[in-house]
């Protein structure tokens, strides 16, 4: 299983960046997906989710109405993009692959780091002007 996050970088507050997550070695279209950051200082942070055809996704408070999490099963790619941006979205970006199920958005906040059992390297994010 690999996970490989991408386009993150530099961004001015109230800009907008789309982060890609390439997925191989598992069937990508069975499992659900999310994006988590940790930013310096901070602890682990989910952030977004989507179920594995599509049909669902789940955000949190912080970043509810801002962000827009999707996929393409088949190009077994996750997708999180970042609108209205502010400092406190600067952190490092992860994907990671969902190992127990979840349905509500206090499952992914409660569950932390131990409903995942595949994560990528990261990608920074810096909003700053």
């Known amino acids: 299983v690999q996970l490989a996050e991408s386009g993150g970088g530099l961004a001015q507050p109230g800009g907008s960046l789309r982060l890609s997550c390439a997925a191989s070695?598992?069937?990508?279209?069975?499992?659900?997906m999310s994006w988590a950051r940790q930013a310096p200082g901070k602890g682990f942070e989910w952030v977004a989710a989507?179920?594995?055809?599509?049909?669902?996704?789940f955000y949190s408070d912080s970043v509810k109405g801002r962000f827009t999490v999707s996929r393409d099963n088949a190009r077994n790619t996750l997708y999180l993009q970042m609108n209205s941006l502010t400092p406190e979205d600067t952190a490092l970006y992860y994907c990671?692959?969902?190992?127990?199920?979840?349905?509500?958005?206090?499952?992914?906040?409660?569950?932390?780091?131990?409903?995942?059992?595949?994560w990528g390297q990261g990608t920074q994010v810096t909003v700053s002007s």
């Open positions: 070695g598992f069937i990508f279209g069975d499992y659900d």
């Open positions: 989507i179920q594995d055809s599509g049909s669902e996704m």
């Open positions: 990671a692959r969902v190992s127990t199920y979840c349905s509500t958005s206090r499952c992914y906040e409660d569950g932390g780091k131990n409903i995942y059992d595949y």
